[in-house]
């Protein structure tokens, strides 16, 4: 399976934007990259996914490298309730194939 | 609407107890999916349907582990014999366009 690395935890200032990187240098042509997060007690949930162009969406942005080695997810202005667990996953277009997550990275936010 | 739904919330299970943990995925989704989750570790694939059929079960860790969907909606996962290394969140998922829901998972703990 294709494999990911992100920094095992990051913190942030409440009301600030956070980056969070994402390393996947053997991805492959038909590879998405997908992120999702987990809330302490909570299932994973979907936050977003991208091919080649950078995306957006209410909860957060995409932005993917051009050679799609790495992308970043970007919470624009972290809240309280964003700290949580984020995976970045490897995966194709729909949701019919199963998920292999890592470790994720452990993002804290300070209020 | 209604999400996953899972139970029991909380298992607690004797070494060699029988288990029977149930999932109720979001209507109409026809693909499902089992994880299990070690503490401190993201997610595992342990299996995955499509309606009733069981199209990929190479997660399972042993033969003790048997899930089923006789009908394509519900799914129960069915740990026999428990053991201590079996103590984890279940979660089930069911899966959308292009990203998977998850419910808020099954705690077994087994004494």
């Known amino acids: 399976d294709a494999k990911t690395t992100q920094p095992n935890s990051m913190e942030s200032n409440e009301e600030e934007p956070v980056h969070l990187p994402c390393n996947h240098s053997t991805i492959s042509g038909t590879d998405y990259i997908h992120w999702y997060r987990q809330l302490p007690s909570q299932g994973p949930e979907y936050v977003i996914h991208g091919l080649t162009s950078n995306v957006n969406n209410r909860m957060a942005s995409l932005a993917i490298a051009e050679d799609r080695k790495s992308s970043t997810l970007i919470l624009h202005r972290a809240t309280l309730r964003d700290a949580a667990v984020y995976y970045c996953i490897l995966s194709g277009r729909s949701g019919n194939t199963p998920l292999v997550f890592g470790k994720g990275t452990r993002l804290s936010v300070i209020a | 609407g209604a999400g996953v739904s899972q139970s029991p919330r909380y298992k607690v299970a004797k070494r060699g107890q029988d288990v029977a943990l149930r999932c109720d995925p979001i209507?109409?989704?026809?693909?499902l999916f089992w994880y299990q989750q070690a503490l401190g570790q993201g997610p595992e694939f342990l299996t995955y349907f499509q309606n009733e059929a069981q199209l990929d079960k190479s997660g399972l860790p042993s033969d003790r582990f048997f899930a089923e969907r006789p009908e394509g909606s519900v799914s129960t996962l069915k740990i026999q014999r428990t053991q201590q290394e079996d103590s984890a969140v279940y979660l089930c998922a069911s899966s959308g366009a292009y990203e998977q829901y998850f419910g808020p998972g099954t705690r077994l703990t087994v004494t």
């Open positions: 209507s109409g989704h026809v693909s």
